[in-house]
C-alpha cells in the first residue's frame, strides 16, 4: 500500500493497480486509497498478463513494474519514461536473472511476445530480450536500468537488511 501511494502521487503519469485474479478486483478498490485506476490482470501466465497490459490502447509509453520491491522510487519510474524518449524497450533487472519492471515505447506499435520465456528464473530477462527481438520488424532498442532486489522468498528480505 505505502508503494502504491508513494508512485501514485506523483503526476507526471497515472498509476494503475493490475491485480490478479480478475475476482480480487472488486476487494482492490476498498482496501488501497490512491490516485488512479484499477485493471484485471486476465488469465495466464505472467507473459500473458503484462502483454495485455502493454497492448492497452493507451496513447504514449507504459511502464510496468512488480509491488515486491520494497526499494522502488518515484526516481525509478522516472527514469525508464526518460529513456523511453529514445529506446523500444526499457528492463529493470533484479539480482535474480528476472526484471523488476518493463516499459515500452508504444510508438510505433510494439508487439510484445514473451513466447519462451523461462519465467521466474535466471534466464528471465536473457529470454524477454531475445522473445521480444525475434518478434520486432527490426533491431528493437533495449535500455537496461538500475538492478534492484525484489522480493520473492522470505530470505530475500534479508539481502535489503529488513527482518523476515
Known amino acids: 500500500a505505502r508503494l ?4 501514485a502521487r506523483d503526476r507526471r503519469w497515472h498509476t494503475w493497480l493490475a491485480v490478479t485474479p480478475d475476482s480480487a478486483l472488486r476487494q482492490a478498490g476498498g ?6 485506476g484499477l485493471l484485471a490482470q486476465g488469465s495466464g501466465d505472467l507473459g500473458q ?3 495485455r497490459l502493454l497492448a492497452l490502447p493507451r496513447p504514449g509509453p507504459v511502464v510496468i513494474v512488480g509491488s515486491d520491491l520494497p526499494q522502488l522510487g518515484a ?17 529493470g533487472p533484479a539480482h535474480d536473472g528476472g526484471y523488476w519492471l518493463i516499459g515500452a515505447r ?7 511476445n514473451f513466447a519462451g520465456v523461462r519465467w521466474s528464473s535466471p534466464t528471465a530477462l536473457d529470454d524477454t530480450m531475445a522473445a ?4 520486432a520488424d527490426g533491431t528493437p532498442r533495449f535500455a537496461l536500468l538500475e538492478t534492484l532486489q525484489d522480493i520473492d522468498r522470505g530470505s ?9
Open 132 to 135: 521480444l527481438a525475434a518478434a
Open 106 to 112: 508504444r510508438r510505433p506499435v510494439l508487439r510484445p
Open 31 to 36: 482496501l488501497w486509497s490512491f490516485r488512479g
Open 75 to 91: 526516481h525509478h519510474i522516472a527514469d525508464a519514461f526518460r529513456r523511453l524518449g529514445s529506446e523500444d524497450w526499457v528492463f
Open 49 to 51: 498478463r503484462m502483454g
Open 4 to 7: 502504491l501511494r508513494r508512485l
Open 156 to 164: 530475500d528480505l534479508t539481502l535489503l537488511g529488513l527482518r523476515v
